[in-house]
Structure formats: structure tokens, C-alpha cells
């Protein structure tokens, strides 16, 4: 009896000590994190590092919204630019368990108007050549000039960039699409296309990603906001995120920022599924977890069959002209939707007006990190983005 007593006593000496070097762990963490916002021009940020089975760590810094001092927590959400898109290629897996797609059918089977390449019309563009950005079709310029609408057209004093479109002009991402894409749409033109036969060279393509979102809608009979809501949301607990502001808690939704001094006027993407997903460190951490336990063959939302499909490389025998060896180059190798880098690492970064954000997971230690910014990032901004990246890196395997 004595001796049990002893180890019970050891063991919980030993966990009391782990808790106190952890808490210290964070709180070094937190006054290095702190330091950086303090020096540098981001308006506020938030991070996480997880693993297989938790979030490690995560916390926000900075403002939300200047004007009203609301800090910038885990719980606050924004978009998130192009990580956006890994749900979309989670999303197409589940369509393809669910026997509503292939990855390897015609995306003319499904879509309401046709699309193919004028330089190869025999050759039929797949949904897999989607969703690795190699299907030939090029970001048309009326992505940047009509793609971002304002959400109001009263924006008290807030920064209106040039290619912010009145809300008027807002429409279904599907004619959107076809606009583009279509022989008969208003925006179309062979320039839209690569002299290239689809599925043989990568060219990253935000049209391309709204195609496959808007195939798996056809598909699946349902919107994709819907099929997602119910296929990877919710089931996940993702509770604080939608596509839309009425999907997720407007009442957390962080300003975005041109700089310290200049807020941006609120605005949303025509073709919502490349960038437009709005969420929080918090609920974007137990997204990154499910990625990392899928890859171990721990998934909840996929079979094993469906993970192993989402994290295969693709772009073997792919043209990729502006292939680089960076750690974090999402666009070294792509599974669906799914970026691969040369070093280990699979994630996704983005980019949009006030938004930069980061999201990736080390293959071969399954911990992974992310990172949403509220703010245009400049020459500075750019620095502390990597400053906090790297102080993550230091941190990552100490929490």
C-alpha cells in the first residue's frame, strides 16, 4: 500500500512539474508573440499549433477593430483567402465516397454550360485536373476587376480599393463563372485558356477552384455552402464557421486593415468557395487537427482510402515552370487542393484586400500551425509575418 501511495505521489509530482514547465512554455510564447505585434505595422493576428488529437496552443494578438480597442482572439473570424480551398478538395473526396462524383469524370458531365480548352476542344477537362491546377483555365482579368464586392455601399471613411465592385453587382458564383468560361459568356476569351492540353502543365487558377466547387454543387444536388456545412462543419464542431456572415458570428468578425491608421471597406468574393471561408484560429485549429490525424490514418470525416487520395502528389509528370524548393511552397506538389511542399510540410497559404493567412502540418512530426492577419501586409508587415512564423517553429515542439 505504502509503495503505491509513493508512485501515485511520484506521478502526480511529475504532471504537476509538466504543467508548470508548459504554462511557462506559453507564457514565454505569449510575452515573445506580444513583443513582436508591438514593433511591427499588423493590426491584429491569431495563431495555433496543434497536433493529431488537440490544439497545443493558441492565442491572438493586436485589434479586431481599432476604433472600438476589440482585441483580436481565437475566436475571432475573418476570411481566410485560399486555405479556403483545402475544404473544397476535402469536400470533392466527400462527394466521391458518397458516390456523387469521380475525380476522374469529365466536369461536362455535371455543369449546366460547357467548358473546354478552344486550343484542345477533343480534350475533355476533369474534375481532378481542377482541383490540382492543371486544367489549363487561366484567372480571366475580370477576376480582379469583378470579383470583390463591397458589402455596403455606406462605408463611413473605410479605404474602397479600385477594384471594389458597388453591391448591386454581386451574382451567383455560377454566372460568374460563365461569364468567364462559357463560348457564350459576356467575359469570355481564348485568353482565359493555356495552349496547352489540359492536365499537362500547373497554372494556379482561382476560376478553376470555383469550377470545382460549383461541379461538386451539380453533383451533389445542394449548394456548396450547404455540402460543407454538413459534410465537414459541423461535424467537426466548427461552430464559429460559414462561407457567409449569417453562417458564422458577425459579432466576432475582425475589421480589415491597409495599415495601423486605415481601415478597408467590408466587401465579399463573387466566387466565394477560392477564398471567401470565414473562421477563427480556434475553429480553423480543429480543421488542421482532423487533417494531420486523417494523414495518420486517424480521419474522422474521410475514409483512409479518402485521405491517402487527398495528400497524393499529382504533378509528376506535370509541367511546373515556377516550381521552388521553399519549406512552405504550397505549390511544389498538389494532392486535391492540398499543397506540398519539397520540405515536408502539406498546408495551403492565401492571400486577399487585408488577409494574409497561413495553415500547414509537418508530415513527419504531425504538428502543425497556422496564422490569420487582419492586415495588408507591406515590405514591414511582411518581416513580422515572418518573425511570428518562425518563433511558431521554435515554439512548436516545446508546447
Known amino acids: ?3 503505491s501511495i509513493s508512485v501515485l505521489i511520484c506521478a502526480l509530482l511529475f504532471i504537476s512539474s509538466y504543467g508548470q514547465e508548459k504554462d511557462s512554455i506559453v507564457e514565454i510564447l505569449n510575452q515573445k508573440l506580444q513583443s513582436i505585434y508591438a514593433k511591427g505595422p499588423i493590426v491584429g493576428f491569431s495563431v495555433a499549433v496543434v497536433d493529431a488529437e488537440s490544439t497545443r496552443y493558441t492565442n491572438g494578438f493586436g485589434y479586431a477593430d481599432v476604433s472600438t480597442k476589440t482585441a483580436f482572439t481565437s475566436r475571432t473570424i475573418q476570411n481566410i483567402a485560399s486555405i479556403s480551398k483545402t475544404v473544397i478538395g476535402v469536400a470533392l473526396i466527400k462527394a ?94 481564348k485568353k482565359n485558356f493555356i495552349k496547352k492540353k489540359p492536365g499537362a502543365i500547373f497554372e494556379y487558377s482561382n476560376i478553376g477552384a470555383g469550377l470545382a466547387a460549383l461541379v461538386l454543387q451539380y453533383a451533389a444536388g445542394q449548394s456548396f455552402s450547404t455540402f460543407t456545412e454538413t459534410h465537414v462543419f459541423e461535424p467537426l464542431g466548427m461552430l464559429h464557421t460559414g462561407w457567409l456572415l449569417d453562417e458564422a458570428n458577425a459579432s466576432h468578425h475582425s475589421s480589415l486593415y491597409l495599415n495601423k491608421g486605415k481601415a478597408l471597406a467590408p466587401y465579399q468574393l463573387v466566387n466565394y468557395p477560392d477564398g471567401g471561408l470565414i473562421t477563427s484560429s480556434g475553429d480553423l485549429a480543429i480543421y488542421l487537427t482532423e487533417l494531420i490525424s486523417g494523414y495518420s490514418g486517424e480521419g474522422n470525416l474521410l475514409s483512409n482510402k479518402g485521405y491517402s487520395e487527398l495528400f497524393k502528389p499529382n504533378l509528376e509528370t506535370v509541367i511546373h515552370e515556377n516550381r521552388s524548393d521553399r519549406k512552405y511552397n504550397d ?30 502540418f509537418d508530415t513527419r512530426t504531425n504538428i502543425g500551425k497556422l496564422l ?7 515590405k514591414d508587415g511582411i518581416n513580422e509575418l515572418i518573425e511570428i512564423w518562425t518563433t511558431l517553429e521554435d515554439f512548436e515542439t516545446k508546447l
Do not use: C
Not at 126 to 135: F, N, P, Y
Not at 155 to 181: Q, S
Not at 372 to 378: A, D, G, R, V, Y
Open 96 to 189: 466521391q465516397e458518397l458516390g456523387k462524383l469521380n475525380l476522374d469524370d469529365p466536369i461536362n458531365k455535371y455543369l449546366p454550360f460547357s467548358v473546354s480548352n478552344p486550343y484542345f476542344p477533343k480534350e475533355t477537362i476533369t474534375i481532378r485536373q481542377l482541383a490540382t491546377h492543371t486544367s489549363t483555365i487561366r484567372d480571366a482579368p475580370e477576376y480582379e476587376k469583378k470579383g470583390y464586392v463591397l458589402r455596403s455601399q455606406k462605408n463611413e471613411g473605410a479605404k474602397k480599393k479600385k477594384n471594389f465592385r458597388p453591391p448591386n453587382e454581386l451574382m451567383d458564383y455560377a454566372r460568374f463563372l460563365e461569364k468567364i468560361l462559357s463560348t457564350y459568356g459576356q467575359w469570355y476569351s
Open 372 to 378: 490569420l492577419i487582419n492586415t495588408e501586409l507591406s
Open 331 to 360: 505549390e511544389f506538389d498538389m494532392g486535391i487542393f492540398m499543397g506540398i511542399s519539397a520540405q515536408d510540410q502539406v498546408g495551403h497559404s492565401g492571400g486577399d484586400p487585408g488577409v494574409t493567412t497561413m495553415m500547414f
Open 1 to 3: 500500500m505504502k509503495q
